[in-house]
C-alpha cells in the first residue's frame, strides 16, 4: 500500500511539473490587474497564477494549523477525564476490596 501512495504522489508531480512548465510556455504575456481605482504592475500571467497558488497554500496551512492545535487540545482534555476516571474507579474498586 505504501509503494502505491509513494507512485501516486510520484505521478502527481510530475504532472503538477509537466502543466506547470507548459503554463509557463503559454503564458508569457503581461498582464496588469485592476481593482477599484489600485493597480498592479504589470506581470506574467504565470505570476499571478503562481501568486494565486501560494496564497491559497498558506491560508490553508494556516486552517490546518488551527485546526490541528484544537484537535490537539481536545485530545489533552479528553486524556486527562480518562485519567481522572481511571484513577477514581481504582479508587472504587479499593473501596469495594476493603468493605
Not at 11 to 28: E, P, Y
Not at 55 to 82: E, F
Request: no cysteine; aromatic share 10%.
Amino acid at each position: 500500500m505504501r509503494k502505491l501512495s509513494r507512485w501516486i504522489t510520484t505521478i502527481a508531480f510530475i504532472l503538477i511539473v509537466v502543466i506547470s512548465v507548459l503554463a509557463v510556455i503559454d503564458n508569457r504575456g503581461g498582464v496588469a490587474l485592476h481593482f477599484l481605482a489600485w493597480s498592479t504592475p504589470e506581470l506574467g500571467i504565470y505570476w499571478w497564477i503562481i501568486g494565486a497558488f501560494g496564497l491559497g497554500l498558506a491560508v490553508g496551512w494556516l486552517s490546518a494549523g488551527v485546526q490541528l492545535l484544537r484537535v490537539l487540545s481536545g485530545n489533552r482534555r479528553l486524556r486527562r477525564d480518562l485519567d481522572r476516571s481511571r484513577t477514581e474507579l481504582a479508587r472504587g474498586k479499593s473501596d469495594v476490596a476493603g468493605i
